[in-house]
Each structure stands twice: as C-alpha cells, then as structure tokens.
C-alpha cells in the first residue's frame, strides 16, 4: 500500500486450484426421484486486475469439473467468467458483466460502490 500522498497503480495476476468433495442425498433435486452420490470437483481459478485512481479493470476465469460416483452421467464441467469495471473519477456505480459457459451473457442491475 502506498503512501497517501503518493499515487501509484498495480497490476496483479493470481491463480489457484482447489479440489473439494461433497456428499448429497439427493442429486437430481427431486421429491420422488431422491437418490444419494458423492461427487468431487475440480477447480481452478485465475483472476488479473489493474488497479490506479482513475480506473479498476479485472477478470475472473473459473473452471469446475464435477464428477460424481453412482451416477456419472451427472457428470459435468462448469465455467465462470466475470468482468470488472470501476471508473471512480466519472461514477458512483459499478458495472459487472458474467458469462456463463451454456448460458447468455448476464448483466447484473447496476449499483453503488461502496467508497
């Protein structure tokens, strides 16, 4: 972190992976349909953003294979992408676009950032 009578600006890439494991007693979500499988997901993560007083641009890129025991054809990969864009000198609000891997592009409501 800077100094406050110093203005500076940042770029920062990180990555992760993750692995976790879960359990359900019922995976189709269903009344009359229940039936139970453990299911492990495999993830990883990559996020890249700018940051300096005018302007805050970033992206977020997220990717989940989904395998599950008793039921593989369950089976699934998931993808995330999310877009950032915060011009503090021009607004108050802060535009997020998602997009969604078999989906359309989602453009959430506006709203104020909190400062």
Request: glycine share 8%; aromatic share 10%.
């Amino acid at each position: 972190m800077l100094p406050a009578n110093q203005v500076g600006s940042a770029l920062s890439l990180q990555s992760s992976f993750n692995i976790s494991q879960t359990y359900t007693d019922n995976i189709f979500y269903e009344v009359n349909k229940t039936k139970n499988d453990f299911g492990t997901f495999l993830g990883s993560n990559l996020t890249l953003q700018y940051d300096n007083p005018d302007i805050v641009i970033g992206g977020k890129y997220s990717g989940r294979l989904a395998l599950f025991v008793n039921n593989p054809g369950q089976n699934t990969y998931m993808q995330n992408v999310n877009i950032n864009l915060d011009l503090p000198f021009l607004t108050k609000f802060r535009l997020t676009l998602a997009i969604k891997h078999g989906g359309g592009i989602l453009c959430p409501r506006q709203r104020e950032s909190i400062q």
